[in-house]
């Protein structure tokens, strides 16, 4: 059976650099790994292997058991909808522009898009474990609530409203004589903006069902997922990973272990300074020995407060261009539970 | 920068932007401006920077002189069919409310335009001398800073179009909006940001913008570095020092914040990056 890592955490983290580290250590421990990125640094992409938007999953040059793709969120948003949509429907809304508006700006689209293209690796069963990097927009958790928020948006708030029951035929929509509030709404709005919009809701919703049950089997990989939380030990992204293990568990599972990425070394945090040292790297040494303090407190609280397995990867000032720099960060590493997410 | 009336601060996701933001409003609250600091995305970027609870929709005085809020959508939207838009008793036409609050997530120009309209409002009214926004991360600020003129693409007619020009006009002067773009001087926040930049130089919504660069390094003098601990320390920042030249190279700064190290709460950073600010200013 196929194993899937959800790598997820606040922005700017390093979330990428790490599902590719850990993608590389998981091939090179024998696994047939897919590493699926959204938004790589150039530098990480070309060490990954990979060069474009919407590569589909491509085997490594010089690491025959690691794979990687790089997703194109809303050009397969857009996908999912027309793959659940009748031919004839299909062709109205790839012309209508509030499904082009709806697919490039809807919060949990981009999210979707990466989970469903994520279950779908995972459900080829071509790969041993899947590591997904996933996606920044909305903040992380949208991710996992992505697919009962888009079941939501095509089944149709406004289109139950204005219908006052199921999916109507399209002809019903202009019956707005029934329907003061339209008139109000065309006022404000003017013209028949509320009516375009319907339109468009009518189309999508025929979509509902494929939509609401291809969601139900996203839901279920992502519950048989391991959750690894990034964070550096900053207040910002601790406070979003504290999010996250506040309400994972209800959306998707628990989890498993949270990466305190560019941790700093123990020994620094009591530096031993030589007599002959000038004052200028005096100072930076004592600058530098009270972030790593703090950051060691910041994982102490962690694991206290929230009963959190805490595992460190360090600041590292190498440019990751290779697969080894890659491998090497992650076996600088400590406390990583390998066995519990899969590898190893 | 605060004889503006409006301060919208955006940033890649990671880089601080709500702390600089936290950190402007408190700097213009110290020098006696009546500060509104609005949250526009997700809840507690700001409330945290100012250690204080939850934000909501009603501002909160925070600091003496300075209010903050978060921007609840449906609230913004009620308060602007009723007042802005005079829809007289419209608390009664819920449906209403509730029908623009789907349209909205469905046609996105419109959930934008309620943000940017509420904080545009609060500009116009005379409460307040400086209104700094908490904005959504660089990769979504162009929709918001579009959405008047979406609008009014959107829309041939009607009262939220006429609206829209006012709110276009107020967003392009240079005497009431600033455009602050935080950045670090790493790969991915300065290839966002001058993607952004470029974005900005097509479009000409918004007077060019102010770039702050956070947690810049100082330069360590050169010499041989001892062994031990010590040496490490030295070896790692001066890697880290050149490397942030190189981006700061690629995206020069109008301002720098330096690197700030051992600080435990998002409000330490906050009061410390406005410390950092006025000594600049």
Redesign the interface.
């Given at each position: 059976m196929t194993k899937t890592i959800l790598i997820t955490g606040?922005?700017?983290?390093g979330k990428t650099t790490i599902a590719a580290a850990v993608g590389v250590t998981a091939a090179r421990e024998g696994l047939r790994t897919l590493v699926v990125t959204v938004d790589p640094?150039?530098?990480l992409a070309s060490a990954l292997g990979i060069a474009h938007l919407g590569d589909e999953p491509t085997p490594h040059v010089d690491e025959p058991l690691l794979w990687a793709a790089m997703l194109d969120a809303s050009a397969s948003w857009r996908a999912v909808a027309m793959r659940h949509a009748d031919p004839d429907v299909a062709t109205r809304l790839a012309d209508n522009?509030?499904f082009h508006?709806?697919s490039?700006?809807?919060p949990a689209s981009q999210s979707y898009a990466a989970a469903d293209q994520a279950a779908t690796f995972v459900q080829a069963r071509a790969w041993d474990l899947v590591v997904v990097d996933t996606p920044?927009?909305?903040?992380g958790i949208d991710f996992f609530a992505a697919p009962a928020q888009m079941a939501d948006?095509v089944g149709?708030?406004?289109l139950r409203?204005?219908t006052g029951g199921p999916l109507p035929g399209r002809k019903l929509l202009y019956n707005r004589a029934a329907r003061p509030?339209l008139r109000?709404?065309?006022?404000?709005?003017?013209?028949d903006?509320?009516e375009r919009?319907a339109e468009?809701?009518v189309d999508l919703r025929t979509t509902y069902d494929g939509v609401a049950r291809r969601g139900r089997e996203i839901e279920k990989v992502m519950r048989e997922s391991s959750i690894v939380v990034i964070t550096t030990a900053d207040?910002?992204?601790v406070?979003e990973a504290v999010k996250f293990y506040r309400e994972l568990p209800g959306l998707a599972s628990a989890p498993k272990v949270v990466i305190f990425n560019r941790t700093l070394?123990d020994?620094?945090g009591s530096?031993?300074?030589?007599p002959?040292?000038?004052a200028?790297?005096?100072h930076?040494?004592q600058?530098?020995g009270?972030?790593t303090?703090?950051q060691r407190?910041?994982r102490e609280e962690f694991s206290a407060r929230y009963g959190a397995t805490v595992a460190t990867v360090p600041?590292s000032?190498e440019?990751l261009t290779d697969l080894d720099g890659l491998a090497r960060l992650m076996s600088q590493g400590s406390g990583i539970p390998w066995e519990r997410i899969g590898i190893g | 920068m605060l004889d503006k009336r409006l301060i919208i601060v955006s940033g890649k996701g990671g880089v601080g932007k709500s702390a600089v933001a936290a950190g402007l409003a408190l700097l213009a609250q110290r020098n006696g401006l009546r500060v509104l600091a609005v949250e526009m995305g997700s809840s507690g970027g700001l409330s945290t920077h100012f250690s204080v609870g939850p934000l909501e929709f009603k501002p909160r005085e925070v600091r003496p002189g300075l209010h903050a809020m978060h921007i609840v959508r449906s609230e913004a939207l009620l308060e602007y069919l009723s007042i802005q838009l005079r829809l007289p008793g419209i608390g009664r036409f819920g449906a209403v409310a509730r029908a623009f609050d789907a349209l909205a997530t469905a046609a996105p120009a419109i959930r934008e335009i309620i943000t940017i309209g509420k904080i545009l409002w609060e500009v116009r009214e005379d409460r307040w001398d400086l209104v700094v926004a908490d904005a959504p991360p660089t990769g979504q600020i162009g929709s918001y800073l579009r959405a008047p003129i979406s609008i009014s693409e959107l829309v041939p007619t009607g009262r939220i179009r006429a609206q829209s020009e006012w709110m276009t006009t107020t967003l392009g002067d240079p005497d009431m909006t600033q455009l602050v773009i935080v950045t670090l001087p790493e790969e991915l926040p300065s290839t966002e940001t001058l993607e952004t930049m470029r974005w900005l130089e097509d479009n000409q919504i918004v007077p060019p913008p102010l770039v702050i660069s956070n947690r810049v390094l100082s330069e360590l003098e050169d010499k041989p570095s001892p062994g031990g601990v010590v040496g490490e320390i030295a070896d790692l920042h001066r890697s880290l020092w050149s490397e942030q030249q190189h981006w700061l190279g690629k995206v020069p700064p109008d301002l720098t914040l330096p690197y700030m190290f051992g600080l435990f709460t998002p409000g330490e950073v906050a009061a410390r990056i406005s410390d950092e600010l006025e000594a600049l200013t």
């Open positions: 606040a922005g700017g983290v640094a150039r530098r522009e509030f508006a709806a490039d700006h809807f920044p927009s909305g903040g948006l149709g708030r406004l409203w204005i509030m109000v709404a065309d006022s404000i709005l003017g013209s903006l509320l919009v468009f809701l207040p910002a992204p406070s070394p020994a620094w530096p031993s300074i030589p002959e040292t000038s200028e790297l005096r930076v040494a600058l530098w009270s972030e303090l703090r407190d910041a600041l000032d440019p | -």
